[in-house]
């Protein structure tokens, strides 16, 4: 996505993939720093709060339910006998299916401590891929630095780990909306889908700010008319490293529904698991209280 250099011809793949590895270990061991000591729980030690405890165990149940091929949204071993169907839990589906092997491996304590110190530096990368859309790579590394190791986004990364977690989504959101006014096409359609659709999975509430942030940038975008992406402000800026094809005609206003709708299509598909559990707790009565 970056642009070449000018006055030079567009960097080896093979360059741009080890920076980035490189940003996103200098990232990760910021992470590590911040949250320090968390690193030193991965052997299995935890601190004796309940929140941690029920993040554990949705770890335990989701990787226990992969491998049996039953459903992690809903349990007989809470509320036993009957038990509950969590639509509404912080079990993070997608995070407990990603961290299933090491779940399996190491234990779930050791998958949960390994969550938490990564989440600070992927929060810093991803923040730095959305800030890169504008400023140059030493504004956008500080930009990424500011939001990761924010006190806000650690403090939530030691206790809740679902909206840490789900935060990380936002600036992919942004960065995924942003390369679709940019380039509007059915690939950059797709992965604003897989973002949302994906981020449901994680956090709910998370999930809910990410729709709310793609739709403020994507509605003055839909009802602009006659308008090219070369002179908007939000689409594109100085330093632009993914700007407009040069010469290219603005898309017209089928081409942006057309897009915008796969995106929502995605969305909807991926995270349709998780909306039928909420939607069968809710008709069940089980996201009231009396």
Same mark, same amino acid.
């Given at each position: 996505?970056?642009?070449?250099?000018?006055g030079g011809?567009?960097?080896?793949?093979? !360059?741009?993939?080890?920076?980035?590895?490189?940003?996103?270990?200098?990232?990760?061991?910021?992470?590590?720093?911040?949250?320090?000591?968390?690193?030193?729980?991965?052997?299995?030690?935890?601190?004796?709060?309940?929140?941690?405890?029920?993040?554990?165990?949705?770890?335990?149940?989701?990787?226990?339910?992969?491998?049996?091929?039953?459903?992690?949204?809903?349990?007989?071993?809470?509320?036993?006998?009957?038990?509950?169907?969590?639509?509404?839990?912080?079990?993070?589906?997608?995070?407990?299916?990603?961290?299933?092997?090491?779940?399996?491996?190491?234990?779930?304590?050791?998958?949960?401590?390994?969550?938490?110190?990564?989440?600070?530096?992927?929060?810093c990368y991803?923040?730095?891929?959305?800030?890169?859309?504008?400023?140059?790579?030493?504004?956008?590394?500080?930009?990424?630095?500011?939001?990761?190791?924010?006190?806000?986004?650690?403090?939530?990364?030691?206790?809740?780990?679902?909206?840490?977690?789900?935060?990380?989504?936002?600036?992919?959101?942004?960065?995924a909306v942003?390369?679709? !006014?940019?380039?509007?096409?059915?690939?950059?359609?797709?992965?604003? =889908?897989?973002?949302?659709?994906?981020?449901?999975?994680?956090?709910?509430?998370?999930?809910?700010?990410?729709?709310?942030?793609?739709?403020?940038?994507?509605?003055?975008?839909?009802?602009?008319?006659?308008?090219?992406?070369?002179?908007?402000?939000?689409?594109?800026?100085? =330093?632009?490293?993914?700007?407009?094809?040069?010469?290219?005609?603005?898309?017209?206003?089928?081409?942006?529904?057309?897009?915008?709708?796969?995106?929502?299509?995605?969305?909807?598909?991926?995270?349709?698991?998780?909306?039928?559990?909420?939607?069968?707790?809710?008709?069940?009565?089980?996201?009231?209280?009396?």
């Amino acid at each position: 996505g970056h642009a070449p250099p000018r006055g030079g011809a567009r960097p080896p793949a093979s !360059r741009v993939v080890l920076r980035h590895l490189a940003l996103l270990a200098g990232h990760l061991a910021a992470g590590v720093a911040v949250t320090w000591p968390k690193a030193a729980y991965i052997t299995g030690k935890l601190p004796r709060t309940r929140d941690v405890s029920n993040y554990v165990w949705g770890l335990q149940w989701t990787a226990h339910q992969v491998i049996h091929l039953g459903n992690p949204w809903f349990t007989t071993y809470l509320a036993a006998p009957a038990g509950i169907q969590m639509g509404f839990g912080t079990t993070m589906p997608l995070a407990g299916l990603v961290m299933t092997p090491v779940t399996l491996a190491f234990g779930p304590s050791a998958a949960f401590t390994l969550l938490t110190i990564v989440a600070p530096g992927l929060a810093c990368y991803v923040m730095y891929r959305a800030a890169r859309l504008w400023l140059a790579a030493p504004g956008a590394i500080a930009a990424g630095a500011l939001f990761g190791l924010s006190s806000m986004l650690d403090w939530q990364d030691w206790y809740h780990l679902n909206i840490a977690l789900g935060t990380l989504f936002l600036p992919m959101t942004l960065e995924a909306v942003i390369r679709l !006014r940019r380039r509007p096409g059915r690939r950059q359609a797709v992965i604003l =889908g897989l973002v949302l659709g994906a981020s449901v999975l994680v956090s709910q509430e998370s999930a809910v700010l990410a729709a709310i942030l793609a739709a403020v940038i994507l509605l003055p975008w839909l009802l602009r008319r006659g308008a090219t992406d070369a002179a908007d402000p939000v689409a594109s800026a100085p =330093g632009s490293t993914d700007a407009p094809a040069s010469g290219s005609a603005p898309p017209g206003a089928r081409d942006k529904l057309t897009a915008v709708a796969l995106g929502a299509l995605i969305a909807a598909v991926i995270a349709s698991p998780q909306l039928i559990a909420m939607a069968q707790q809710a008709l069940a009565g089980g996201a009231s209280v009396k």
